[in-house]
């Protein structure tokens, strides 16, 4: 099975569609790690251990890691290697947000889908559409275009009016569908925009949509899920990160994730 057959086939086993994300800051860690060498490392392994039976992906958000200078990047490989130890089909993105031309590109696609053997890859579409050209190349892998993004500014650019009354958004959508199917490519659509689903789903009505902004940014599971096509799986990965990794700082920290993620995974199996 290629990867999105695999997604798909987790998706329906396990009736849900939660990514768990693991922006993981050392700043923010129970006081009960302070004992470990690599307490980035040993709280996402208990998180992932803990949400591993309600997720169908991981996301590492980059930035934390690359943050941390080179103990950031070994916690951030160690993660990924724990993650495939313990379920090889699961999918697992590198949350990077890459977007250059030419051989930046091809390089920023080497180091986060090769080197780092990453599922997938979250880009920025925005400089054009060939730029996705090395990212699109890798085999086996997703790229992740940024489509409509949850963040409040994303009105600035994406939500602007062309010349027809077309947002910008979705003439970037439509775009990107045509240069790409769904084995290959993904877009980015915040919970935070439920107004636009449908008429997003008109127009990208295979591809799986990355969801991020459930939980602390505002984001609901149901309007997500409403928005999907009746008698399939549905084609979304739902993100949630604070709202799980957060949702207890006590020595039983992994617990409270568990639950947490299991509270979700059963809101999304009712749509399932």
Not at 191 to 206: G, Q
Request: with cysteine.
């Amino acid at each position: 099975m290629d990867k999105l057959e695999l997604l798909l086939d987790q998706m329906s086993t396990k009736q849900s569609c939660l990514c768990v994300g693991l922006d993981t800051d050392p700043n923010k860690l129970p006081e009960s790690l302070s004992y470990a060498d690599d307490a980035v490392f040993e709280f996402n392994r208990r998180i992932v251990e803990a949400t591993l039976p309600y997720a169908v992906a991981f996301k590492l958000n980059t930035a934390f890691y690359e943050a941390q200078g080179i103990q950031g990047l070994l916690s951030l490989e160690k993660t990924l290697n724990f993650i495939k130890s313990q379920n090889a089909s699961i999918l697992v993105i590198a949350d990077a947000k890459r977007g250059d031309i030419g051989n930046t590109a091809e390089a920023y696609a080497k180091a986060w889908l090769q080197h780092w053997p990453f599922d997938a890859l979250t880009v920025s579409p925005y400089m054009g559409m060939e730029t996705l050209n090395p990212y699109l190349a890798m085999e086996n892998t997703f790229t992740i275009a940024l489509g409509f993004t949850s963040n409040p500014g994303a009105e600035d650019i994406q939500g602007k009016l062309l010349n027809d009354g077309t947002p910008v958004y979705l003439e970037v959508l439509r775009q990107l569908a045509q240069k790409a199917g769904p084995q290959k490519l993904m877009m980015v659509v915040g919970a935070t925009r439920p107004s636009a689903f449908l008429e997003i789903r008109r127009i990208v009505p295979d591809h799986v949509l990355l969801v991020p902004g459930i939980g602390a940014q505002g984001g609901k599971v149901e309007d997500v899920m409403r928005a999907e096509h009746p008698g399939r799986t549905p084609r979304v990965l739902i993100n949630a990160s604070r709202s799980i990794m957060h949702a207890g700082m006590e020595k039983d920290f992994d617990q409270k994730a568990g639950e947490a993620a299991q509270r979700l995974q059963q809101e999304m199996a009712r749509f399932m």
